[in-house]
């Protein structure tokens, strides 16, 4: 298992074992077979921008298959500064719809179709309900570049700028090469639902917990992994960027523990 970052963790709690660290600068390379990838391409959370921080977005690799979890700020970025082409990603799998989690989604829909190498099939997305209506509202936002580009001069794919948008429920979500992806609800206070996922590939394996508290069913679901990729919180410092007391009570409630009740808890079966 590989694991590599650019930058301090942030945010993130990395759970490790059998860990080799990768500097992100580093020339990608094929991931050895039977091995899972994981790329740290961001991770600072919350609407506040940093300059040395990109946002929610972790790159996990296996099986040829090149799967993207989240799209906060800068994800696009990072993704080229790691060593990839544009087009590398078209598979992506979204926690929520919290801003600092999809502000890079029209980033990634848009500029790789329209720059070198350019992307020519669609780009996939799975995510909690309100994903397929975010991706349809962001086409009709973007009407004006997509016909540009698509319809009247530089004549860019038709295929590539279209995006298969799924709402998806708890469970597995994707299965191609040997890699499976399960979908696990977890708790983000009134923010619902909210998805954790687990990546599976030739007996290893990974989890991303998106944003969450502790919680019963991550335990459950991320028992024996080999990676644990875990949002992390620091209320002093969060007491001090936000002074508003009702707010700073909102974002608490989100990482106040939650008891899984039957109907919640996520099968790997
Ligand atoms: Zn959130």
Redesign the pocket.
């Known amino acids: 298992m590989i694991v590599r970052c650019r930058y301090s963790f942030g945010a993130l709690v990395l759970s490790l074992c059998s860990l080799a660290t990768h500097t992100f600068a580093q020339a990608t390379s094929e991931v050895p077979p039977k091995d899972i990838r994981v790329t740290l391409l961001g991770t600072a959370s919350g609407p506040r921008a940093f300059v040395d921080k990109a946002g929610i977005s972790t790159l996990v690799e296996a099986g040829g298959e090149r799967l993207l979890f989240d799209a906060g700020r800068g994800s696009m970025q990072r993704l080229v500064q790691a060593g990839f082409p544009m087009n590398a990603v078209t598979k992506l799998f979204l926690t929520?719809l919290?801003s600092?989690?999809v502000i890079g989604v029209p980033d990634l829909m848009l500029s790789p179709w329209s720059a070198a190498p350019e992307r020519k099939v669609p780009l996939e997305i799975w995510g909690p309900v309100g994903t397929r209506d975010m991706m349809r509202h962001l086409e009709e936002a973007f009407a004006f570049d997509i016909h540009m580009r698509r319809d009247v001069d530089e004549s860019f794919s038709p295929e590539g700028i279209k995006t298969l948008a799924h709402d998806i429920r708890p469970g597995k979500v994707y299965e191609k090469n040997g890699v499976t992806v399960t979908a696990f609800l977890v708790s983000?206070g009134l923010?619902k639902p909210l998805y954790g996922y687990r990546v599976d590939y030739a007996g290893r394996s990974v989890a991303l917990s998106g944003?969450t508290s502790p919680n019963d069913n991550l335990i459950a679901v991320c028992k024996g992994v080999d990676v644990l990729i875990h949002e992390a919180i620091d209320v002093e410092v969060l007491r001090r960027l936000v002074p508003a007391k009702s707010r700073m009570d909102a974002i608490v409630a989100r990482v106040t523990r939650w008891e899984c009740h039957a109907e919640s808890r996520t099968s790997l079966a």
């Open positions: 929520h919290h600092d989690h983000h923010v944003d």
